[in-house]
């Protein structure tokens, strides 16, 4: 089974408008985190937002929030007030066990291709 | 903002010929990982490696490849006879445990041609 699906191969919005970007995950863990990168045309991966399995709140970097929810094991990411610079692949990752055990791996999804039109 | 250095971001390579992918994690770092990725494809774990040894490594990893920390700094991904299907992007990452948020930094990848 897919331990971090992403639905949406591509994506489009208008400049200036919220997109939000799926992510379902699958772990029997109850310690994990998940995470959203960007990789843009240039090929590297640049880390978004982090969100802990413990974590209360829902995490925000700026324009970037994580809209958790727990029960229904889902990540989506929102980015608002979409740029042009936004265009890029987007990637959910999954880290199984606590973030104590730093040799665990992420586990990706599949990615989804966001195009942000003016 | 500390990086992570790949070396090359560029190689070809033809079939059957040893290639070595270089990286320099985050100096207080502790846990190293090789990533790959084909084209177009998703991102694929190959092996994480801590305390001068592999923690863990996927089905990918077989035994044309190995890593080492030579001299302390630099962290080797060796592909002995190079395949076709070898040909991706490599991406090293380095995670420190103090901070897990923030852990997992990649570097720019290697994009490895196998001709």
């Known amino acids: 089974a897919q331990k971090i699906t992403q639905t949406q191969p591509g994506m489009f919005v208008q400049e200036k408008e919220a997109v939000t970007l799926d992510c379902t995950y699958d772990t029997s863990d109850p310690s994990y985190g998940l995470f959203w990168y960007k990789q843009p045309s240039s090929g590297e991966m640049i880390f978004l937002i982090y969100?802990?399995?413990?974590?209360?709140q829902n995490a925000t970097e700026g324009r970037y929030s994580l809209n958790f929810q727990k029960a229904r094991k889902s990540a989506n990411l929102v980015i608002s007030a979409s740029q042009l610079g936004d265009s890029a692949m987007y990637f959910c990752?999954?880290?199984?066990?606590?973030?104590?055990?730093?040799?665990?791996?992420?586990?990706f999804g599949a990615g989804t291709r966001l195009a942000v039109h003016p | 903002e500390p990086e992570v250095t790949q070396t090359p971001s560029h190689q070809v390579t033809q079939m059957g010929q040893e290639v070595i992918l270089r990286c320099v994690p985050i100096?207080?770092?502790?846990?190293f990982y090789w990533y790959r990725q084909i084209l177009g494809q998703k991102v694929e774990f190959l092996v994480s490696?801590?305390?001068?040894?592999?923690?863990?490594k996927s089905e990918i990893f077989d035994d044309q490849f190995s890593v080492e920390r030579p001299d302390g700094s630099n962290f080797t991904l060796k592909i002995r006879s190079t395949k076709l299907e070898d040909s991706a992007m490599y991406f090293c990452a380095s995670r420190q445990a103090i901070r897990p948020n923030y852990g997992y930094t990649f570097g720019s990848g290697t994009r490895l041609t196998v001709v």
């Open positions: 990752a999954m880290r199984e066990g606590p973030a104590s055990g730093g040799y665990n791996k992420l586990i």
């Open positions: 969100q802990g399995s413990y974590d209360q």
């Open positions: 100096s207080n770092h502790l846990y």
């Open positions: 490696f801590y305390n001068n040894e592999i923690s863990e």
